[in-house]
């Protein structure tokens, strides 16, 4: 099983960028999938997530929308009014069931990240 994101980079405050996540080796139309970050000297936090219902991080509702393409076995991450306090790496994650939880423990599987620079 390999999830791999794609579509970080540097942008300026108040611009967008738009992550994506491709999964193979397995189908993930049933399970909830997500988006995590981890900044410099930081835990890694919960950002988005899709499965029955979807559910954002306080800090990004409003700014970012999470969509998913069972068909593909994709999610993307459209990423707006970028703050430098989104700067972080963005890991999309994955789920065995289909309900949307917050606790990065609970996802069994990671990409390799993708690095989101937001200049002031």
């Known amino acids: 099983v390999q999830l791999q994101a794609s579509g970080g980079g540097l942008v300026q405050a108040g611009g967008s960028l738009r992550l994506s996540c491709a999964a193979s080796?397995?189908?993930?139309?049933?399970?909830?999938m997500g988006w995590f970050r981890q900044a410099p000297g930081k835990e890694r936090e919960f950002v988005a997530a899709s499965g029955l219902t979807t559910d954002y991080a306080d800090s990004v509702k409003g700014r970012f929308t999470i969509s998913r393409d069972n068909a593909k076995i994709t999610i993307q991450l459209q990423m707006n009014s970028l703050k430098p306090e989104d700067t972080a790496v963005y890991f999309c994650?994955?789920?065995?069931?289909?309900?949307?939880?917050?606790?990065?423990?609970?996802?069994?599987?990671w990409g390799q990240g993708t690095l989101v620079t937001v200049s002031s």
């Open positions: 080796g397995r189908t993930f139309s049933r399970s909830v």
């Open positions: 994650a994955a789920a065995n069931g289909p309900r949307v939880v917050r606790n990065k423990a609970l996802y069994a599987y």
